[in-house]
């Protein structure tokens, strides 16, 4: 760790907290959801006239709930999937100017001075970007999860009210 500086240790913060919020959806879209929807399930069965201006409250209610718990982190890991190659680019700029200050003292008569700073910069560099493009397509792949089940949660809200409708 040394090798890349101060800078090297927020990446790696940054990396350990978006993989716990990635490892949580992951869980949340494989699991949680099922059980979350049940709990809205059985909230919007208890509701006695779903075809009423207030059974249609309720329902929006609901899925604007379930909206938001399916969206949830997700615009928290786009912020740190843009962070995490800023830092990367924060330990080339500290980098550089280890390497310049080097420079200012000792000249630039002896390469290994300068490589200390070369190092740090490129390291944090490669690391910025192996943290960023993984969770890139992890949120992708996220995103498009929720996309589709709340395109699936619409249909099938809609689906439902029509059918109570249809009863009486």
Not at 5 to 27: K, P, Q, T, Y
């Amino acid at each position: 760790m040394s090798a890349g500086g101060s800078v090297l240790w927020l990446i790696a913060i940054l990396a350990a907290f978006m993989w716990a919020i990635i490892l949580e959806r992951i869980w949340y879209f494989n699991a949680g959801h099922k059980l979350y929807m049940s709990e809205l399930k059985s909230e919007w069965d208890a509701v006695v006239d779903h075809t009423s201006w207030k059974g249609g409250a309720i329902k929006e209610k609901l899925i604007s709930q379930a909206r938001t718990e399916v969206n949830r982190h997700l615009s928290l890991i786009n912020t740190c999937v843009a962070l995490a190659p800023l830092f990367g680019l924060l330990g080339t700029v500290t980098g550089m100017i280890v390497t310049f200050q080097q420079i200012t003292l000792f000249g630039t008569g002896d390469p290994k001075i300068m490589a200390g700073g070369i190092s740090q910069a490129l390291v944090t560099t490669v690391l910025g970007l192996v943290v960023a493009i993984p969770t890139t397509l992890l949120h992708s792949f996220a995103n498009s999860s929720a996309r589709g089940i709340i395109n699936v949660l619409e249909e099938q809200s809609t689906g439902i009210v029509a059918e109570h409708s249809d009863s009486k």
